[in-house]
Every structure is written in C-alpha cells, then in structure tokens.
C-alpha cells in the first residue's frame, strides 16, 4: 500500500512560478518511473512530466522548457518545479507510481493561474 502525498499547489499571477511536490509512502522513487499529471476542469488528464529511476527526463511539448521534474531519493519525494505560468496551466495536478503491478496516485493539488 503506496500513499501519494502532493502539496504547493496555490493561486500564482500569470508568469509566475510555484513548485509542487509529492511525498511517497514508501521508499519507491529511486527504482520507479513517477510522472505528474493534470487534469481542467471539462478537459481530459494529460501526462505533464515523467522522470526515470535514473534521472532521464519527458515532458510534454506544452510545457517544454517551462517546467521542470527531479527527483529526491533520500526524502522519497518528486517535485515539479513550475515557471512562466500560463492561464492554461490551471488544473489539478496529480503525482503517479506504478508499483507492485499496481496504479498509485495522489489526492491532487490545485494550481491556479491568473491573467
């Protein structure tokens, strides 16, 4: 049993920055894919980021360059470090393992973006 803990979601003016991270309940990350997720509402769940047991990194093309996803073994944690916001990044994002043969996922965090 896998508890996805997320936090640092918030309201942020367009351009700004906000950092979001997930808190693991067990010590998973150095040998798991985590990847974050977001979904708006009416809109259909996109992957954002993912990052390797060995630190190799995806995004998605709308984020490129923008965001950025890392990784912290030692507090079993992944962050996704979030600048140049945009309107359309509002969503709740969401933090995935795929551990055990099994799908986590967090409760989700908010992120608001103003124009």
């Known amino acids: 049993q896998v508890q996805l803990v997320e936090s640092g979601g918030g309201l942020v003016q367009a351009g700004g920055s906000l950092r979001i991270s997930c808190a693991a309940s067990?010590?998973?990350?150095?040998?798991?894919?985590m990847r974050w997720y977001r979904q708006a509402p009416g809109k259909q769940r996109e992957l954002v980021a993912s990052?390797?047991?060995?630190?190799?990194?995806n995004y998605a093309e709308s984020v490129k360059g923008r965001f950025t996803i890392s990784r912290d073994n030692a507090k079993n944690t992944v962050y996704l470090q979030m600048n140049s916001l945009k309107p359309e990044d509002t969503a709740v994002y969401y933090c995935?393992?795929?551990?055990?043969?099994?799908?986590?996922w967090g409760q989700g965090t908010q992120v608001t973006v103003s124009s």
């Open positions: 067990e010590m998973i990350f150095s040998i798991n894919t």
């Open positions: 995935y393992v795929y551990w055990g043969m099994r799908d986590y």
């Open positions: 990052i390797t047991s060995s630190s190799r990194t």
